[in-house]
T-cell receptor, first 113, second 115 residues
C-alpha cells in the first residue's frame, strides 16, 4: 500500500545548528513534492516545491533534496532559530492529480536556545 | 490580496447531526480542496473542486459532500456525524493551470468536535 513516512519523534536541536527532516515514501511515483510548515491550531503554510526531475531546491535558509531512486526527500533548515519551531509536513503530488496532495504525518521540530 | 478564510472556527455537534463548513478562497484562485486533519496526523484529502465541478475525491464516504460557487467559495457538508469525524477541517485554494503544480494556500481551519 502507499505510504509516506516522516520522523514521528520530535527533533530537538540547538539554535544555529542545521535541522534535517526526512520524508520517505513507498508505492508512489510522485511528480512533485512540497514541504509545508504548520503551527499549532493553524493551517499549513507552503515552503518549497521540488519536481521529480530536480535534485535540489533552495530558498533562503531552506534546502530540499529529492531522490526518486531512494524514494526520499530531505528538508534542511540552516542556522536554525527558535522561531523555526513548528511541525513540518511533506506532501506528494502525482501526474494528472491536479493539485491534490497526499501528506505525511509531519515531524515536530523544536529549536532550543 | 485576501487570504483563505474559513467559518466557523470551532463547532460542537452531536452524533447523527449534520454540519456545513464554509471557505472563501484566495482572490483569483479557481480550485479549492478540503482536508481532514486528525490530532497528530497529517491532513487527509477529502475532495477538490475546480470551476464548480468535483475534480477528485479521497477515501471518504458519500456523507461528505461539497459545493463550489461561481465566486469560487466553497462548502463542505457532513451528514450523520460520527465521533471519528472530530478533527480540524482545512480548506486550501490554488490556481490550477495545465501541467502546473502550484502551492496551496490553507485557511486556519474549522475545529469540529462530535460528542
Amino acid at each position: 500500500s502507499q505510504k509516506i513516512e516522516q520522523n514521528s519523534e520530535a527533533l530537538n536541536i540547538q539554535e544555529g545548528k542545521t535541522a534535517t527532516l526526512t520524508c520517505n515514501y513507498t508505492n508512489y511515483s510522485p511528480a512533485y513534492l512540497q514541504w509545508y510548515r504548520q503551527d499549532p491550531g493553524r493551517g499549513p503554510v507552503f515552503l518549497l516545491l521540488i519536481r521529480e526531475n530536480e535534485k535540489e531546491k533552495r530558498k533562503e535558509r531552506l534546502k530540499v533534496t529529492f531522490d526518486t531512486t531512494l524514494k526520499q526527500s530531505l528538508f534542511h533548515i540552516t542556522a536554525s532559530q527558535p522561531a523555526d519551531s513548528a511541525t513540518y509536513l511533506c506532501a506528494l503530488g502525482i501526474t494528472g492529480g491536479g493539485n491534490k496532495l497526499t501528506f505525511g504525518t509531519g515531524t515536530q521540530l523544536k529549536v532550543e536556545l | 490580496e485576501t487570504g483563505v478564510t474559513q467559518s466557523p472556527t470551532h463547532l460542537i455537534k452531536t452524533r447523527g447531526q449534520q454540519v456545513t463548513l464554509r471557505c472563501s478562497s484566495q482572490s483569483g484562485h479557481n480550485t479549492v480542496s478540503w482536508y481532514q486533519q486528525a490530532l497528530g496526523q497529517g491532513p487527509q484529502f477529502i475532495f477538490q473542486y475546480y470551476r464548480e465541478e468535483e475534480n477528485g475525491r479521497g477515501n471518504f464516504p458519500p456523507r461528505f459532500s461539497g459545493l463550489q460557487f461561481p465566486n469560487y467559495s466553497s462548502e463542505l457538508n457532513v451528514n450523520a456525524l460520527e465521533l471519528d469525524d472530530s478533527a480540524l477541517y482545512l480548506c486550501a485554494s490554488s490556481l490550477s493551470l495545465p501541467a502546473s503544480y502550484n502551492e496551496q494556500f490553507f485557511g486556519p481551519g474549522t475545529r469540529l468536535t462530535v460528542l
